[in-house]
């Protein structure tokens, strides 16, 4: 099949250039669960061919009700393996590296070094930060996708586009100063936390409720938020918030900023010259 016809319903909204400008884009999913294995997905029907995959996780059970390209075989695996496995099946030629460890940028950087775009799919700030600080440190457009259920019922997510030192999560007040505080926090501090704040250890580290159906929605407005910006269609949407219980997308204009330390002192402190 050749090129012109895999994508040429793509070319009738942003022409030959546009896919050419996607398929030569090399971009970093950090978290392959239920957002990352979407954004996967997506990405490579899209036409991107170079990709980075970076998750600690295996397949668990519970996983199974979300986990694009994963069956019950899989109970066991690295989640990066079902990642590029589905990927290359759409893909056969896309060159695809993975790696079976939590992001820590001094470890990744050599493999990150020819990433374009980096995409966070993670579930907790501690690991958002460390993403936030290397994006800005590598002057790298970041895209960060979370969802959430409350208590009372709400359900959706949101997507931030952080790129050229214009917002990040620390400055859109997006990141929680308690976990991060938390992660600081030796054994014995963490015990006297708990008894302030009421929440026992273990509880941190569980997973609330997620939805194939709702995930796919996060992840389809960031890749379609990377697709316009990439194509040229359109400046990409800064923040975008979907609520699943209201049935609305909505977009948010960030507050005006006072100092900032991720995007604006470090940001391009280590880019390549």
Same mark, same amino acid.
């Given at each position: ?22 398929? *030569?884009?090399? +971009? /970093?999913?950090? @978290?392959?669960? $239920?957002?990352?294995?979407?954004? %996967? ?33 899989d ?26 460890a ?11 070094g ?30 960060d996708? *979370?969802?959430? +259920? /409350?208590?009372? @019922?709400?359900? $959706?997510?949101?997507?931030?586009? %952080? ?12 990141l ?62 800064g ?33 390549a010259?």
């Open positions: 099949m050749t090129r012109e016809k895999r994508y040429a319903r793509h070319m009738g909204l942003f022409g030959a250039d546009g896919q050419e400008r996607i398929a *030569a884009t090399a +971009v /970093t999913i950090v @978290g392959l669960g $239920g957002l990352g294995s979407h954004v %996967a997905v997506q990405l490579a029907y899209l036409g991107v061919v170079e990709f980075v995959l970076v998750d600690h996780d295996t397949v668990s059970p519970s996983n199974l009700n979300r986990l694009i390209g994963a069956c019950p075989a109970e066991g695996a690295p989640k990066v393996n079902i990642a590029a496995r589905t990927i290359q099946a759409i893909q056969p030629d896309a060159n695809v590296a993975t790696m079976t939590r992001f820590a940028a001094e470890d990744h950087v050599r493999h990150l020819r990433t374009d775009v980096l995409f966070g799919c993670v579930d907790d700030d501690v690991a958002r930060l460390e993403l936030v600080r290397h994006a800005s440190m590598r002057a790298l457009p970041y895209i996708l *979370a969802s959430d +259920v /409350t208590p009372d @019922g709400e359900f $959706g997510g949101r997507v931030v586009f %952080a790129k050229d030192g214009e917002r990040c999560l620390s400055c859109l007040g997006e929680d100063q308690h976990a991060l505080a938390l992660a600081q926090m030796t054994d014995e501090q963490r015990a006297a936390d708990e008894e302030i704040y009421g929440i026992e250890r273990d509880a941190l580290d569980a997973g609330g409720p997620s939805v194939v159906s709702v995930n796919g929605v996060v992840a389809s407005l960031a890749v379609t938020e990377f697709m316009a910006w990439k194509t040229g269609l359109r400046a990409p949407i923040y975008l918030s979907y609520r699943g219980d209201r049935g609305t997308v909505g977009s948010r204009t960030d507050p005006e900023r006072g100092y900032c330390h991720y995007c604006m002192t470090l940001w391009g402190s280590a880019a010259p």
